[in-house]
């Protein structure tokens, strides 16, 4: 099995290192890597705006490209958060409870240097875990009927709205929202129109571009329009001389990042706790670690290794499930899911054997992504840190007109442009009333297939609803749905006051 | 908050409960679903038909933001509760609205470069330290780039200047 694998990924290796995929991957870290480090931009919002233009080249090259820019981000976030103490990125908000004080102390290139290391090391994990596991998990997913499927997505969907940020109901309510706007539309099997409202540039439903920009574009633009902070680029000068790391400092990551690498791919296997969650119990695992807990917060390397490794870790392992059972665990997946889709691919336990080429394409591409973008931050750090200085006020308006042209360009359509500002508003209103936007996408991209694989199942039962019970697989996946639920609803109802302890953590995100 | 002050006073604190009305709104999507759904007709479990999902969704939802609605209670009074942000920036929140209505306008009637200006140009306008001459520049700038990007790079069918009708580029 362990050949197999190999000599698969020897032939990703080949679709990858082919120029022109070679040339998209570089262009997605690339412009990964800058949009990780500008506030205000995130993967999400720039993922969707190359969404459209990437529809006229090759499935391949379009998935490696999207997929570069969600690991270049990570990158990139680290430098914002080390650098200014920017928490802008939410996987990277704790790297600023230790890389800043690190920073102020002279040490900001060693955190950088270290960081860019420990990143690789989690993500090469990543990806290990992905070639291995993978196979592993198509095999025992192809045997699954319809009602399975449907379990599995309920599961999916449940993890992916409870265990994301803030309230567990909220997001709840969120995928239930993203399940009902991806109703819209003609239904699949009859042709009736639903919820179009008169509006035939409505029946081929809500465009997924339109509603990832309207989202994560302009209602984030809304929310951070002249509220941002003075940047204070006071220790931005960070030369290349200043990121080695010294032999004690090598000695004192070493194991935070075994141990990050560690929590990063747990968090990847358990659907819908991407790497935000995985950075947080990553800081907390090793301060009760260490020695010295208390020195935590003033600029302990260990604190800032080990928890970007756990991101990067995550971010890679997260592609499994999205990418072998077609069940995305955040919003960035369901938007690359979204991709394959628009591309004409069906995700599923399928994909690997149908289209090995996207597959393992995609995973040798990580290596080759991960290198480049090791090769690339060095260097480029002094410019990305220049880029910092770009005022929001240039750069919103930028990225408006970016908005615009890429929903536009999805289907020369200015219907769609219209919906980007429905959508944004409705974004803008929900983020004030403290939903998180997120699980939306996950509701939308995997509401279709739900529908569809429950009627299917209903049909084959014969409107047995208890066949999600009976059937062995399909119940663990209900019963790991109710432990859920239940775990749920006992924090909230027993634990709720001892919630406010970790503060000391919460603390950079409240400040997002 | 205690409850000696009579139902009327816990209704005043719950309505200035952000959880309040973040759960009435999903009450109203909810019930939009729950009652347009069987209108598409509902079907049989066996077989559903294309309304079932959406009334069942609807009903959902309802029972979510019923509970939400409901724990605005357990929120300690005097929180941040505030929907609207410390300093609400009303002509920044239309000058981003007004951004993409721009585009379909001057999009529909005079095709790229003036839908980019016209899109710049009054999203630039919404930031505090804006000046006029400041906007037009970076509208200039980024029409020139997005024209050359959109219309030579990536070829999108739409012409770059159109007047009544007349595609002059």
């Given at each position: 099995?362990?050949?197999?694998?190999?000599?698969?990924?020897?032939?990703?290796?080949?679709?990858?290192?082919?120029?022109?995929?070679?040339?998209?991957?570089?262009?997605?870290?690339?412009?990964?890597?800058?949009?990780?480090?500008?506030?205000?931009?995130?993967?999400?919002?720039?993922?969707?705006?190359?969404?459209?233009?990437?529809?006229?080249?090759?499935?391949?090259?379009?998935?490696?490209?999207?997929?570069?820019?969600?690991?270049?981000?990570?990158?990139?976030g680290?430098?914002c958060?080390?650098?200014?103490?920017?928490?802008?990125?939410?996987?990277?908000?704790?790297?600023?409870?230790?890389?800043?004080?690190?920073?102020?102390?002279?040490?900001?290139?060693?955190?950088?240097?270290?960081?860019?290391?420990?990143?690789?090391?989690?993500?090469?994990?990543?990806?290990?875990?992905?070639?291995?596991?993978?196979?592993?998990?198509?095999?025992?997913?192809?045997?699954?009927?319809?009602?399975e499927?449907?379990?599995?997505?309920?599961?999916?969907?449940?993890?992916?709205?409870?265990?994301?940020r803030?309230?567990?109901?909220?997001?709840?309510?969120?995928?239930?929202?993203?399940?009902?706007?991806?109703?819209i539309?003609?239904?699949?099997?009859?042709?009736?129109?639903?919820?179009?409202?008169?509006?035939?540039?409505?029946?081929?439903?809500?465009?997924?571009?339109?509603?990832a920009?309207?989202?994560?574009?302009?209602?984030?633009?809304?929310?951070?329009?002249?509220?941002?902070?003075?940047?204070?680029?006071?220790?931005?000068?960070?030369?290349?001389?200043?990121?080695?790391?010294s032999?004690?400092?090598?000695?004192?990551?070493?194991?935070?990042?075994?141990?990050?690498?560690?929590?990063?791919?747990?968090?990847?296997?358990?659907?819908?706790?991407?790497?935000?969650?995985?950075?947080?119990?990553?800081?907390?695992?090793?301060?009760?670690?260490?020695?010295?807990?208390?020195?935590?917060?003033?600029g302990?390397?260990?604190?800032?290794?080990c928890?970007?490794?756990?991101?990067?870790?995550?971010?890679?392992?997260?592609?499994?499930?999205?990418?072998?059972?077609?069940?995305?665990?955040?919003?960035?997946?369901?938007?690359?899911?979204?991709?394959?889709?628009?591309?004409?691919?069906?995700?599923?336990?399928?994909?690997?054997?149908?289209?090995?080429?996207?597959?393992w394409?995609?995973?040798?591409?990580?290596?080759?992504?991960?290198?480049?973008?090791?090769?690339?931050?060095?260097?480029?750090?002094?410019?990305?840190?220049?880029?910092?200085?770009?005022?929001?006020?240039?750069?919103?308006?930028?990225?408006?007109?970016?908005?615009?042209?890429?929903?536009?360009?999805?289907?020369?359509?200015?219907?769609?442009?219209?919906?980007?500002?429905?959508?944004?508003?409705?974004?803008?209103?929900?983020?004030?009333?403290?939903?998180?936007?997120?699980?939306?996408?996950?509701?939308?991209?995997?509401?279709?297939?739900?529908?569809?694989?429950?009627?299917?199942?209903?049909?084959?039962s014969?409107?047995?609803?208890?066949?999600?019970?009976?059937?062995?697989?399909?119940?663990?996946?209900?019963?790991?749905?109710?432990?859920?639920?239940?775990?749920?609803?006992?924090?909230?109802?027993?634990?709720?006051?001892?919630?406010?302890?970790?503060?000391?953590?919460?603390?950079?995100?409240?400040?997002? | 908050?205690?409850?000696?002050?009579?139902?009327?006073?816990?209704?005043?604190?719950?309505?200035?409960?952000?959880?309040?009305?973040?759960?009435?709104?999903?009450?109203?999507?909810?019930?939009?679903?729950?009652?347009?759904?069987?209108?598409?007709?509902?079907?049989?479990?066996?077989?559903?038909?294309?309304?079932?999902?959406?009334?069942?969704?609807?009903?959902?939802?309802?029972?979510?933001?019923?509970?939400?609605?409901?724990?605005a209670?357990?929120?300690?009074?005097?929180?941040?509760?505030?929907?609207?942000?410390?300093?609400?920036?009303?002509f920044?929140?239309?000058?981003?609205?007004?951004?993409p209505?721009?585009?379909?306008?001057?999009?529909?009637?005079?095709?790229?470069?003036?839908?980019?200006?016209?899109?710049?140009?009054?999203?630039?306008?919404?930031?505090?330290?804006?000046?006029?001459?400041?906007?037009?520049?970076?509208?200039?700038?980024?029409?020139?780039?997005?024209?050359?990007?959109?219309?030579?790079?990536?070829?999108?069918?739409?012409?770059?200047?159109?007047?009544?009708?007349?595609?002059?580029?």
């Amino acid at each position: 099995m362990i050949t197999t694998a190999l000599t698969d990924l020897w032939y990703g290796f080949g679709v990858a290192l082919e120029p022109q995929n070679l040339m998209w991957c570089f262009l997605g870290v690339l412009i990964g890597n800058m949009v990780g480090v500008l506030p205000g931009m995130g993967p999400l919002a720039t993922i969707s705006i190359l969404l459209p233009l990437t529809f006229g080249i090759k499935p391949v090259g379009a998935i490696l490209m999207l997929a570069g820019v969600m690991y270049g981000a990570q990158y990139g976030g680290a430098i914002c958060s080390i650098l200014l103490n920017l928490p802008c990125h939410p996987p990277h908000a704790v790297t600023c409870l230790d890389g800043y004080p690190m920073t102020k102390q002279g040490r900001g290139g060693v955190a950088l240097g270290v960081t860019v290391f420990a990143s690789f090391v989690g993500a090469s994990w990543g990806i290990t875990e992905m070639v291995f596991l993978s196979p592993v998990l198509v095999r025992v997913a192809l045997q699954f009927g319809p009602a399975e499927i449907c379990s599995l997505m309920l599961l999916g969907l449940l993890a992916g709205s409870t265990l994301a940020r803030g309230s567990p109901l909220k997001g709840v309510a969120m995928t239930v929202l993203g399940l009902m706007i991806g109703i819209i539309g003609s239904d699949i099997e009859t042709g009736a129109e639903r919820f179009t409202f008169g509006l035939t540039e409505l029946d081929d439903g809500v465009e997924l571009v339109a509603l990832a920009l309207g989202l994560f574009g302009m209602a984030e633009f809304m929310n951070s329009v002249n509220q941002q902070a003075e940047i204070n680029t006071k220790y931005t000068n960070v030369r290349l001389r200043d990121m080695r790391p010294s032999r004690e400092d090598i000695r004192r990551s070493i194991f935070p990042m075994l141990r990050g690498t560690i929590v990063g791919s747990l968090c990847a296997l358990i659907p819908g706790t991407g790497p935000t969650i995985a950075s947080f119990v990553a800081y907390a695992t090793e301060k009760k670690v260490s020695r010295t807990p208390e020195k935590f917060g003033t600029g302990m390397i260990e604190g800032v290794v080990c928890p970007e490794t756990s991101t990067h870790s995550s971010v890679q392992g997260d592609f499994i499930p999205t990418m072998s059972l077609g069940i995305p665990g955040d919003a960035v997946m369901a938007l690359l899911l979204g991709a394959l889709m628009i591309q004409g691919i069906v995700p599923g336990p399928q994909l690997i054997s149908q289209h090995p080429d996207i597959f393992w394409g995609l995973v040798a591409s990580f290596w080759v992504g991960n290198i480049l973008l090791v090769l690339l931050n060095v260097p480029l750090i002094g410019i990305w840190v220049k880029m910092l200085t770009i005022p929001y006020r240039f750069l919103y308006p930028s990225a408006m007109f970016f908005v615009c042209i890429g929903v536009y360009a999805a289907n020369n359509d200015m219907f769609q442009v219209g919906e980007v500002l429905v959508i944004g508003i409705l974004g803008y209103v929900l983020l004030r009333l403290g939903f998180h936007p997120a699980p939306i996408l996950l509701g939308f991209v995997l509401g279709p297939r739900f529908e569809e694989n429950f009627r299917r199942a209903m049909l084959i039962s014969r409107g047995d609803i208890l066949v999600f019970l009976e059937r062995p697989i399909s119940a663990v996946f209900i019963a790991l749905c109710a432990i859920l639920i239940l775990g749920q609803l006992y924090f909230r109802l027993f634990k709720g006051g001892k919630k406010t302890s970790g503060g000391e953590v919460e603390q950079p995100l409240a400040a997002e | 908050m205690s409850l000696s002050h009579g139902p009327g006073h816990a209704l005043r604190v719950l309505v200035r409960k952000r959880d309040f009305y973040a759960g009435g709104l999903m009450i109203l999507f909810g019930l939009i679903m729950s009652l347009k759904g069987p209108t598409y007709q509902l079907g049989t479990l066996m077989h559903m038909g294309p309304g079932f999902l959406p009334t069942a969704l609807g009903v959902v939802l309802i029972f979510l933001g019923v509970t939400i609605a409901a724990s605005a209670t357990t929120v300690p009074e005097g929180e941040d509760e505030d929907i609207l942000p410390p300093e609400p920036q009303w002509f920044a929140w239309a000058c981003i609205l007004a951004s993409p209505v721009a585009f379909i306008i001057f999009g529909s009637y005079g095709g790229l470069a003036p839908a980019t200006f016209a899109c710049v140009f009054v999203a630039a306008l919404g930031d505090k330290k804006a000046t006029w001459m400041g906007s037009i520049l970076l509208a200039l700038l980024i029409m020139v780039f997005g024209v050359l990007l959109f219309h030579f790079v990536l070829q999108i069918p739409m012409p770059v200047l159109k007047f009544f009708g007349w595609s002059i580029l």
